[in-house]
């Protein structure tokens, strides 16, 4: 059975919002002001403190501290924290590219090989998103599944980036199944995902990777423009300590037009280890084909 999804926030007799961190002070701020309720909708809730959870292997992992439901009680219609009626509307929007398995959702992945600009969405369609999860790339239409992508990323953020939301969701690829932190992979952990480009082609798969935007610019070629993230890490390779950095890069004039310094992006490709020659710098790069490719947001 699958872990309870805590809700995020909670506001007091007052009105007074609190997050997670509230739960365990001591004592909790919100204490003479109950009773609580959820952070997004007027449904009654409790504070439930951090505590450690056994894992199947014998080991122990902390729960970080949430809020919960009342006995059976529901969220009232359209509440931000409904996590499951937020995931089912993920589904809806996802033209096809996410199910539900269980009590989980799985993201189906295209070869990234094999992609192509997508159809435009027919106007005025009953999926469309709603602006809170609005991914875009100017006018240009999404690959559904990085669309999608982009929407689960957004959805965990609301919620913390609880692993317990980010264990309800897993990708698939090419017949395997992907934890979600397997998958889709943020810019400060550029020395692990360098560790995994560096593992024999056969036994790696495609990466969603996602920052912030540090700027964009021309590569030293001249006809090669190029998104560089903010983060910079250091790489170990060969007896050489070199700079590592992660770039998007792509021959299309078009596909970095609407982006912007300090943009939040997401890339979903074959990406590659590319190491200098001359220079202590290895880069983390994906190429892209076109704006259709990669998800912005601000």
């Known amino acids: 059975m699958a872990e309870r999804v805590g809700i995020p926030a909670a506001r007091d007799s007052r009105g007074r919002r609190y997050g997670r961190a509230a739960i365990d002070a001591v004592p909790p701020p919100f204490e003479a002001y109950k009773p609580l309720h959820c952070g997004a909708c007027t449904t009654a809730v409790i504070a439930v403190p951090s505590y450690p959870r056994r894992t199947p292997n014998g080991g122990t992992t902390q ?42 959702y799985e993201l189906r992945l295209p070869d990234p090989d094999t992609i192509e600009p997508p159809d435009p969405r027919p106007p005025g369609n009953p999926g469309e998103p709603t602006a809170r999860l609005s991914v875009t790339t100017s006018n240009h239409t999404l690959v559904p599944a990085l669309s999608t992508a982009a929407a689960i990323l957004r959805l965990l953020r609301e919620f913390d980036d609880d692993p317990d939301a980010a264990r309800r969701f897993r990708a698939r690829y090419a017949g395997k199944k992907l934890r979600w932190n397997q998958f889709c992979r943020h810019a400060t952990e550029a020395a692990a995902i360098a560790a995994h480009l560096e593992r024999p082609p056969k036994t790696r798969h495609p990466l969603a990777v ?9 590569a030293h070629s001249g006809n090669t423009q190029q998104l560089r993230d903010e983060h910079e890490d250091y790489l170990d390779h060969a007896g050489e300590r070199r700079r590592l950095r992660i770039v998007v890069r792509s021959k299309n004039p078009n596909t970095f037009t609407d982006v912007h310094a300090g943009d939040r992006w997401l ?12 220079a202590p710098i290895a880069e983390i790069q994906l190429w892209i084909e076109g704006p259709w490719s990669l998800a912005t947001w601000r």
Not at 267 to 278: Q, S, V
């Open 63 to 104: 729960v970080i501290a949430f809020y919960r439901l009342t006995g059976n009680g529901g969220h009232d219609p359209g509440c931000d924290y409904d996590f499951k009626n937020r995931a089912e509307n993920l589904i809806r929007d996802s033209r096809g590219t996410l199910v539900k398995d269980g009590e989980d």
């Open 210 to 218: 996602h920052g912030t935007v540090r700027d964009i610019g021309t």
């Open 267 to 278: 890339g979903y490709g074959h990406w590659r280890l590319w190491l200098a020659p001359r």
